[in-house]
């Protein structure tokens, strides 16, 4: 069941990359502080697709900063993504926050970069993207069915 949650949510990722380009919040916004950094205080899990999965959560964190700052019209779909991958895999409290905590790292490790759209943030987005459909194949691939 867990594998088949865990292909689904690589697929939520592979299937909007495609296109390229609102909301300006991070996932921190809405939570509490103490959500906001990958090592919460409560352990988290030790499953093994949890770090490429956090990883992943960081690139839409990125990617959603940065096509916002852009003003892509669209933009807000990387954090709709994220929702839907919380949602699908619908993790405990501990990997929650992790995931939750790795989007909100990676939007705001740009965020402290980037006050206004430059050529390098567009290429900074097309990286990312790239790397997050790789890296969500191989999320499927490995650990799907």
């Known amino acids: 069941m867990r594998r088949m949650m865990i292909a689904a949510t690589a697929?939520?990722?592979?299937?909007?990359a495609g296109s390229v380009a609102g909301d300006h919040r991070a996932l921190a916004q809405e939570s509490a502080p103490a959500e906001t950094a990958p090592?919460?205080?409560?352990?988290?899990?030790?499953?093994a697709?949890?770090?490429?999965?956090?990883?992943?959560?960081?690139?839409?964190g990125s990617i959603h900063f940065l096509r916002t700052l852009c003003g892509d019209t669209d933009a807000a779909i990387w954090r709709q993504k994220m929702e839907e991958l919380l949602a699908e895999q619908a993790p405990g409290e501990?990997?929650?926050?992790?995931?939750?905590g790795s989007f909100n790292n990676?939007?705001?490790?740009?965020?402290?970069?980037y006050r206004e759209c430059t050529p390098a943030a567009r290429v900074a987005v097309n990286r990312y993207q790239g790397e997050g459909v790789t890296?969500?194949?191989?999320?499927?691939?490995r650990y799907g069915n």
Do not use: C, H, N, Q
């Open 135 to 141: 890296l969500a194949r191989e999320i499927s691939a």
């Open 106 to 113: 990676g939007y705001r490790a740009f965020e402290s970069t």
């Open 11 to 16: 697929a939520l990722v592979v299937s909007f």
């Open 39 to 47: 090592e919460a205080a409560a352990p988290r899990g030790e499953a």
């Open 49 to 60: 697709f949890l770090k490429p999965l956090g990883r992943l959560a960081s690139i839409l």
């Open 94 to 100: 501990a990997d929650r926050r992790y995931l939750i």
